[in-house]
């Protein structure tokens, strides 16, 4: 090892006596200044303007560092192309100068060589690591309490890689006697490692092989905070399967042996690289450590008890994929290593996650009509085929449309790309949305996997009075909410069943989460008035959404709760909206019904009522109660009498009645009934709920909707996978402070380096 280390210094000698290292070095400091103060003063430039602009500031240590155009991105982009310059005449140069005969001569050993040769080249990678390193520190003065953690892990990441680089360039350099020629095949090297991992990924066996070859986006986890033992021993076991090619060639040319037994001896070495690498990716072997102040590369508490909560027994998840559908790409075979990047963080507290994959045809209901129009004349099998031979899947096994029907119904699936989870004879989807996301978050998978072990909460829906229908797709209906399959948060992908009743033909059940009465349009019958209070006295939870003109039906429902609808309608002064497009905000008390929530009210986000009635409610009722949401009481006020709402304008009348002010159009009514909190919601508008509103951008009705929702369920469901609020919010740095940063980094100390290099390399000609 003593001979390994002089030969490292030695090395190092060399090295440092030519011009390269020191242009690479000063190149990289003045590239990582460039990268760094860019990137600082794009965020302080937001700071400054403040306001909306304040939310790209979250999470400022990773957008600085370890984002998409972060200073680690790249760095990473681009550090592939320093590494070679400096390995192509590691061994070369001792070719062309004849001193590799001398070492060969030697009683030195060849591993000794060549581990020299490799420590020269981490001392030299640690030397550029230490100038990121400096702003990485420089990140921890700028940024308000960062996030020291991914700045570790993110440096120890780039080592790794840059260690990994070297030992591919001192065996290409063992190659060939010409430096180009070695530099040229080092960046050869460097994309097929890159490359491989999108090649013949059809076919299993090589997918498997290439996956783990693959050098792609390996750094991706610790640059971001997450240590595992997979990326790490990748690393590793990549440099010492190089390491060990160069000994084996440079052992080669000091003995005389068979072509064959060379040849034997790189396949053993590649076998065994492989072996280990396998061994390294399997999820029970795998550690972990999560760096980040939030634990953000971590699934959430809520998510880990979920998986806790299924114990030991295997966890079958089975992806149906659709030939015909148009989300079949995302689940081709050629996609498999991404999906099972996206179960990672659930095998990494689950090891026994069985992923199957069943293709198939069948026509998916979104592309009847596109299908026919597209290739008139031909059935279903032919048009099947047409895309069996344009994607190149002869060789996996497709499933006619009555073959996967004896497996499973997808038809109320829709035919689409769908998961199935089956646990213990228990099964539940797990779908793909139409958003730009497409696969589930976290929030939706928890919720799935926690239907496998609990007994699920139901949502009734009344339906004698003709309510508003949570099956019909209209503007003012709740399919979209409670039913729509492609709609992230619709109640059914986050947990909830729901079901319809008829008070006038039955009782309510007993073991539901809620009851929703919305928007009656008929007085309700003595009997189903009497099975209404029967449920709130045995303390049921209620949510009661009302319309105005509807208050003569609900206001004799609500009035033993302390609520009722006030007389007239809302109306709201606006340039571009119509004045019964009530535009209400988010209380303390409607923002804690869910961390989610809290973002909304931070924002002023609104919450859209088209056409709503203010509430009033007394103090010392029954319940307790919460305005949830309230209207802006600048532009707001009640008006009594008719409204016409085409009318030139509608002005605020004293003398009609009319009342100005903010008001509360939802209220939260608690109570405890045989020691249990009853949950009670009573709303002025039932348009809130509605598919309109719910796809209404830039309104937060979508998410207020579910997690009203969810209150019922005693924050069951939705499955809560928030985290803490990011504390790296802010930069710590004025203009002044900024323009003083620049002059430093892209002024003073690349001319400090090279002007010391300059002296240094002079000095040494001079000697």
């Given at each position: 090892m003593r001979t390994a280390f002089r030969i490292a210094r030695l090395e190092l000698n060399t090295l440092f006596y030519s011009p390269i290292a020191w242009f690479l070095a000063v190149v990289f400091l003045f590239q990582c200044g460039l990268e760094y103060t860019d990137h600082i003063s794009y965020f302080l430039t937001l700071q400054?303007?403040?306001?909306?602009?304040?939310?790209?500031?979250?999470?400022?240590?990773?957008?600085?560092?370890?984002?998409?155009?972060?200073?680690?991105?790249?760095?990473?982009?681009?550090?592939?192309?320093?590494?070679?310059?400096?390995?192509?005449?590691?061994?070369?140069?001792?070719?062309?100068?004849?001193?590799?005969?001398?070492?060969?001569s030697s009683p030195i050993r060849i591993r000794e060589i060549v581990f020299g040769k490799f420590m020269a080249m981490m001392a030299y990678n640690l030397l550029l690591i230490l100038i990121l390193a400096l702003f990485a520190i420089t990140g921890i003065f700028n940024i308000h309490v960062a996030d020291t953690g991914p700045l570790l892990s993110g440096l120890v990441g780039i080592y790794l890689l840059l260690c990994t680089y070297a030992a591919i360039g001192l065996f290409v350099s063992c190659l060939t006697s010409y430096q180009v020629?070695?530099?040229?095949?080092?960046?050869?090297?460097?994309?097929?490692?890159?490359?491989?991992?999108?090649?013949?990924?059809?076919?299993?066996?090589?997918?498997?092989?290439?996956?783990?070859?693959?050098?792609?986006?390996r750094t991706d986890h610790l640059i971001r905070g997450l240590y595992n033992t997979k990326d790490i021993l990748y690393f590793v076991i990549i440099t010492a399967m190089f390491l060990g090619?160069?000994?084996?060639?440079?052992?080669?040319?000091?003995?005389?042996?068979?072509?064959?037994?060379?040849?034997?001896?790189?396949?053993?070495?590649?076998?065994?690289?492989?072996?280990?690498?396998?061994?390294s990716s399997i999820p029970g072997f795998i550690g972990y450590y999560d760096a980040t102040a939030g634990k953000t590369q971590t699934l959430a508490p809520n998510t880990q008890r979920v998986i806790e909560a299924i114990g030991d027994e295997p966890l079958v998840v089975t992806s149906y994929i659709n030939l015909l559908d148009e989300r079949y790409w995302r689940g081709s075979p050629e996609k498999r290593n991404d999906d099972f990047d996206r179960w990672e963080p659930y095998l990494r507290f689950k090891p026994n996650i069985q992923l199957k994959y069943v293709?198939?045809?069948?026509?998916?209901?979104?592309?009847?009509?596109?299908?026919?129009?597209?290739?008139?004349?031909?059935?279903?099998?032919?048009?099947?085929?047409?895309?069996?031979?344009?994607?190149?899947?002869?060789?996996?096994?497709?499933?006619?449309?009555?073959?996967?029907r004896k497996i499973v119904n997808l038809r109320p699936e829709q035919n689409r790309y769908v998961m199935q989870l089956q646990f213990k004879g228990r099964s539940t989807f797990l779908r793909l949305f139409?958003?730009?996301?497409?696969?589930?978050?976290?929030?939706?998978?928890?919720?799935?996997?926690?239907?496998l072990t609990v007994k699920l909460p139901k949502i009734v829906f009344e339906q004698g009075e003709y309510e508003r229908s949570i099956d019909k797709a209209g503007d003012r209906d709740y399919r979209q909410l409670t039913s729509d399959i492609t709609f992230r948060y619709a109640l059914v992908n986050q947990g909830f069943d729901m079901d319809t009743i008829s008070l006038n033909d039955r009782e309510i059940p007993r073991d539901i989460a809620a009851l929703v009465i919305a928007d009656?349009?008929?007085?309700?019958?003595?009997?189903?008035?009497?099975?209404?209070?029967?449920?709130?006295?045995?303390?049921?939870?209620?949510?009661?959404?009302?319309?105005?003109?509807k208050q003569e039906i609900i206001n004799p429902l609500i009035q033993p709760l302390g609520v009722q609808l006030m007389p007239g309608m809302l109306v709201e002064k606006s340039k571009d909206l119509p004045p019964d497009m009530i535009?209400?905000?988010?209380?303390?008390?409607?923002?804690?019904?869910?961390?989610?929530?809290?973002?909304?009210?931070?924002?002023?986000?609104?919450?859209?009522?088209?056409?709503?009635?203010?509430?009033?409610?007394i103090d010392n009722g029954p319940f307790t109660i919460q305005p949830l949401l309230m209207t802006d009481g600048n532009d707001t006020w009640n008006k009594h009498g008719k409204v016409v709402l085409d009318s030139a304008d509608i002005a605020y009348s004293a003398a009609a009645g009319d009342e100005h002010g903010s008001m509360p159009t939802a209220l939260a009514l608690t109570r405890t009934v045989n020691g249990r909190q009853q949950r009670i919601v009573v709303t002025g508008d039932a348009d809130f709920l509605s598919t309109a509103e719910v796809k209404r951008r830039g309104t937060g009705n979508f998410l207020f909707d579910t997690e009203l929702i969810g209150w019922?369920?005693?924050?069951?469901?939705?499955?809560?996978?928030?985290?803490?609020?990011?504390?790296?919010?802010s930069v710590n740095l004025t203009r002044p402070e900024m323009k003083v940063l620049n002059v430093i980094y892209l002024g003073i100390l690349p001319g400090l380096l090279l002007l010391f290099a300059a002296i240094f390399l002079i000095r040494r000609k001079r000697k």
């Open positions: 400054n303007l403040g306001g909306s602009y304040l939310e790209e500031l979250q999470f400022l240590t990773s957008g600085l560092f370890s984002g998409q155009f972060g200073l680690y991105s790249v760095i990473l982009s681009k550090v592939y192309l320093y590494l070679p310059l400096l390995t192509m005449g590691l061994i070369s140069r001792e070719v062309n100068s004849g001193t590799i005969k001398l070492l060969y020629v070695a530099a040229i095949s080092t960046l050869v090297i460097f994309a097929v490692l890159g490359y491989v991992g999108t090649i013949w990924q059809g076919v299993d066996f090589v997918r498997g092989l290439t996956y783990f070859l693959s050098i792609a986006g090619f160069s000994v084996i060639r440079l052992q080669s040319g000091r003995e005389t042996r068979a072509a064959m037994a060379v040849a034997a001896r790189y396949a053993g070495v590649f076998v065994l690289a492989l072996v280990a690498g396998y061994i293709y198939y045809y069948d026509t998916p209901f979104d592309v009847r009509v596109r299908f026919a129009q597209q290739y008139p004349g031909k059935n279903l099998k032919e048009i099947a085929n047409r895309f069996i031979s344009s994607f190149q899947e002869d060789n996996q096994t497709i499933l006619t449309p009555d073959e996967v139409d958003d730009i996301q497409v696969f589930p978050n976290e929030e939706e998978t928890a919720a799935a996997l926690k239907r009656p349009r008929t007085d309700f019958t003595p009997a189903a008035l009497a099975k209404i209070q029967k449920y709130i006295a045995a303390g049921g939870n209620l949510l009661i959404a009302g319309e105005p003109g535009k209400t905000y988010l209380t303390t008390a409607g923002a804690g019904l869910s961390n989610d929530l809290r973002p909304l009210m931070k924002d002023r986000t609104v919450i859209t009522m088209p056409g709503a009635a203010g509430l009033t409610y019922f369920t005693y924050s069951e469901f939705p499955v809560d996978a928030s985290r803490p609020d990011p504390k790296d919010t």
